[in-house]
Each structure stands twice: as C-alpha cells, then as structure tokens.
C-alpha cells in the first residue's frame, strides 16, 4: 500500500485522535475526530486536516464524526472541504445556551449536515424539535446510562470513552447505536468450555508460522480448523486479491498468497474468528491498525522489510493476551519470540515497544512523539494508513 502524501503544511496540521466507532453489530461505522481543545484558531486546525480529499479518501466508507465546541468554528470555508454526506458533528451541549449556537446548528440541520448534542443538556434547557441525537462521554459512573432512556429520541447516538464490555452492553440498552472506546480491549470472561483447546491450537499454529514452518504443517494444522479455513478461502476469493478462477482448497489459497502474505494474514485471521454471541471480534480491526502503523512508522524511519515484517507482527500479537485470555509472558515464552520482540511486548521496551506503546495510545502528545523521534507528519500519514488497511481488512475478512 502506497504511503499517503502530506496534505497541510506541518506547522498547521494539529494532532487527531482518531476513535472508531462501531455499530452494535461490532461493524465500524464512523471515525471520531478530536483535535486539541487549546488550539488557538481550531477553524484553522480542522481546514488543515482536511485540506484535500485524502482524510475522506483513506477513511472512506465511514463517515467522520467531529467533535467541536460550537458551531461558530464551522466558517463556510471550513464547511466547504466538508460533504454533508460523510461529516457529522458532535456539537458540545453547553452551545445550546446561545441562541446564535442553535441557528447555527439548524442551518447545519438545513443544510444536510447531522448533528449530535454532546454532554448533558444544560438545566433549564430544553433539547430542540429538530436536534435529537446525542453523544455522550460514558467513561465512568457506577451506575451506567438508564435503560431505554433514549429509545424516543431519534439518533444514532453516540457512546464515547466506552471502556469495557459491560458498559458496552448497559450503553445499547439505554438506546446508543455507536459505541467508541477501549471495551474491545475488556471483554466480558469466555465461558468457552473448550478454551484451553483453541488456545493451545492457536499457539501452535502462530508457532509454526513464527518458524517459517513447512507449508503442508501448516495446511494440516489450518484443516483442523473449520472457521479458520473458512476465513482464509474467503480472504483469497475476496475483491482484494480478485482471483481469475474462484479458489476452492487451502493448498490453492496458500499457494495464493505466498509465505509472506500467508503469515501476515493467518495473524489477522485468528482474530476474526465469530465470538460466543455470533458478533464478529472488534479486536480484529484494532489489531490490524495497530499492525498496520507499527509498519508504516518502521518504513518512514527507513527500517527494511525484515524490520517492517517485525513491525507489523508485534502491533498485530500486541493483542493475543486479550484475544486468548493468557498473559504476554506465557505466549512469548510458547512462541520462543526473540528477546527483542518479547521485550516489545511484554514490557513495551526497546524500539518497537516504544512504538507500540505510541500507537496503542488514543491521543499521543507532541512529547510523546518527540521521544519516541517520530515527526508529527510522519504520526499523521501513519494513522492515515492504518485506518484505511484496517477498514479494507475488515471488509474482506
């Protein structure tokens, strides 16, 4: 995949933290775009990220979410570079007190733009006819949102800063339709039976991957794997690799592929597996832009394909702890990983563990950045890249 260009002058491109937001089919749906809150011209800030098509481009078919403070941002040079037909806005509920603010949104409304009210509506203010759909920041509280309380509101709403799997659920309940947040990270304990099976299937085919194995071993342990086979002829027959001739057994589809791309894939593969509650696994798509920026930070800083080949793999086993419930050490130590790598892994040390430790922080700061000596464009074209290999992983797998 080609490197995505620069699309703003450096000294105006802000840092965006990008939060994806999915159905509750665990399908991405949306992007949330934030930018700092202390920008000094934040109409400046967001025409800078959306200086060309490249943003809409990379991000497409999701729509973008904007998480502003008032309307009054939204020039109509800024709304220009923005198609009402993939932009949102989650407008802060505290806008709601300027009647200036409310004209501004129903003319957003008029205009064909969609608006969420951010936060709770100030007291004494009474949520207008036309603005009904809601985003709310569902980080903490004990008690969680109250069932059904916006099932008469017209939405999608927004969940924000959901953090694990029971506020996930307690979120729907309430009436939200798109959830964003760490709960794939956290999710609800497996009663699977026959985990430590699947566990025990897994390592041993992520080992024989990790030691460039013979092809027909690996072929025999993907057999012994219905759905794991199941994901990989779905993956060769996609539209990515669009083959000639439909691809109809595992030797052809590993034949298809090439070792490289076979060991790259099975790593996502494992991670697409259908859960308990026959829901596809959010971590998939988490794994692969994990994976997918680990890489394409190796390449701007001129790593060579073992080192990008590296990359890739530790953003994308950053997440079998959670995939498979057993602690990093323990699949370090099944998977006989090279000092370096379980040190990335486990401890987040060395190279590539500062790098993974960049990437799986929602919002890295400038000094962050600076001390893992990656450059701000090269941060931006990084997220640019992965959520747009992980929105095309996500639809072929």
């Keep these: 995949m080609k490197r995505m260009p620069m699309d703003a ?13 999915a159905n509750a089919g665990n399908q991405w749906v949306a ?16 025409q800078a990220v959306f200086a060309t098509s490249a943003l809409l481009t990379a991000l497409a078919p999701l729509d973008c979410v904007l998480l502003v403070s008032t309307p009054a941002i939204l ?12 932009v949102l806005f989650a407008i802060a509920a505290g806008a709601l007190l300027d009647p200036a603010a409310c004209r501004a949104m129903a003319a957003l409304q008029e205009a064909g733009y969609r608006i969420l009210i951010d936060g709770s509506t100030p007291a004494g203010v009474l949520l207008p006819p036309n603005l009904r759909a809601v985003s709310r920041d569902c980080t903490g509280g004990a008690s969680g949102p ?41 999710p609800a ?46 993956l060769v027959n996609s539209a990515a690799f669009a083959p000639g001739t439909p691809i109809t057994n595992l030797h052809q589809a590993i034949g298809r592929l090439g070792r490289r791309q076979l060991q790259r894939w099975m790593q996502l593969l494992l ?37 990008q080949n590296a990359a890739f793999t530790i953003g994308v ?12 050490g323990e699949i370090a130590a099944a998977l006989k990983l090279a000092p370096g790598n379980a040190c990335a892994l486990i401890e987040r040390r060395g190279e590539l563990g500062q790098l993974l430790a ?5 919002a890295p700061t400038l000094a962050g950045l600076q001390a893992a000596g990656v450059a701000p464009p090269h941060w931006w074209q990084s997220q640019l890249h992965a959520y747009r290999w992980a929105i095309q992983v996500s639809r072929n797998l």
């Excluded at 960049?358 to 929602?362: C, D």
């Design 75 to 86: 020039t109509p040079a800024l709304l220009a570079l923005l198609p009402s037909n993939r």
């Design 31 to 46: 992007l949330t775009l934030c930018i700092d809150a202390g920008a000094q011209d934040p109409t400046a800030a967001w």
């Design 358 to 362: 960049l990437v799986e922080t929602p």
């Design 9 to 21: 002058p450096d000294s105006l491109l802000p840092l965006v933290e990008m939060q994806a937001a």
């Design 317 to 328: 086993f950053s997440l079998l702890d959670v995939l498979l419930g057993i602690s990093m």
């Design 189 to 234: 304990p497996s009663d699977d039976a026959d985990g430590g099976c699947a566990r025990k299937s897994l390592l041993s085919l992520l080992g024989l991957l990790a030691e460039d194995a013979d092809t027909r071993d690996i072929e025999i342990l993907i057999r012994q794997d219905p759905a794991l086979s199941y994901h990989l002829l779905k």
């Design 146 to 186: 109250v069932p059904g309380a916006l099932l008469a509101l017209y939405g999608p709403h927004l969940a924000r800063g959901v953090n694990h799997a029971a506020r996930r659920d307690a979120c729907e309940q309430a009436g939200f339709g798109w959830f964003s947040g760490a709960y794939p990270l956290h």
């Design 271 to 307: 991670y697409a597996r259908q859960r308990d509650d026959g829901l596809p696994n959010p971590l998939l798509p988490v794994a692969a832009t994990r994976a997918a920026q680990m890489e394409s930070l190796c390449r701007q800083r001129g790593g060579d394909r073992d080192a």
